[in-house]
């Protein structure tokens, strides 16, 4: 059975400062796809950064970037240079096959 | 740009009544989900499309919900009776799915208030 898990359920951070948010996923897939997604508030869903897990090179999107570690099934997100529109639920996803399994998210909230 | 459509944005009900949702995937993009979003929770999927033809429903109340996506465009999404736990946000994306892109998008949602 495919699980992600988001352990942190809120965080906070300073705006302009760095902040990690985890996620660790169990497969026995050897092709998938990792992404993260930002839900803000009463808006709808996207797309922040998505990782192939055939590329060893971490993705990176601007101020956003994953730490993919496959051995170790974990697929962090850093955001840099806090900024108050990145406060939002962000959602580990993967997928596999056909079907998307989600995590149960982390609530960001950056501070002014 | 494209976007996901969903209708109508929110919706309140009394338990037992029927309930319909409806979403306009991007065009071009053959598979659709729904998933239903419980406040603090993250996307469980309900049912997935492939074109016309349902690809899993294995999380779907099948007694009280039914979905269909007759000419492989838009989709309805219904609940009949609703329940008190059905109130929650129902979400529906898109994917092309194709070799260079496995990508969802999703449209608002549609929250669900059951009385």
């Known amino acids: 059975a495919q699980t992600v898990t988001q352990s942190q359920p809120e965080m906070s951070v300073q705006e302009a400062e760095t902040v990690t948010l985890s996620c660790t996923y169990d497969t026995s897939e050897n092709n998938y796809y990792l992404f993260w997604y930002k839900q803000p508030p009463s808006r709808q869903m996207i797309l922040v950064i998505r990782?192939?897990?055939?590329?060893?090179q971490n993705a990176t999107e601007n101020r956003f970037s994953v730490n993919f570690q496959k051995a170790a099934k974990s697929f962090s997100l850093k955001i840099s240079d806090s900024q108050l529109g990145d406060t939002a639920m962000y959602f580990c996803a993967f997928f596999t096959g056909n079907q998307f399994y989600f995590g149960t998210g982390t609530s960001l909230t950056v501070i002014p | 740009e494209a976007e996901v459509a969903q209708s109508p944005r929110y919706k309140i009900t009394e338990k037992s009544q029927a309930v319909a949702f409806w979403c306009d995937p991007i065009s071009g993009h053959a598979t659709l989900y729904w998933y239903r979003q419980i406040l603090g929770q993250g996307p469980e999927l309900l049912v997935q499309f492939q074109d016309e033809s349902v690809v899993d429903d294995s999380q779907l109340p099948k007694d009280r919900f039914s979905a269909e996506r007759l000419k492989g465009v838009d989709s309805t999404l219904k609940i009949q009776p609703a329940e008190l736990g059905d109130s929650a946000m129902y979400l529906c994306?898109?994917?092309?799915?194709?070799?260079?892109?496995?990508?969802?998008?999703f449209g608002p949602g549609t929250r669900l208030t059951v009385t």
């Open positions: 990782q192939e897990a055939y590329k060893q």
């Open positions: 994306a898109s994917s092309l799915l194709a070799l260079s892109s496995y990508e969802q998008y």
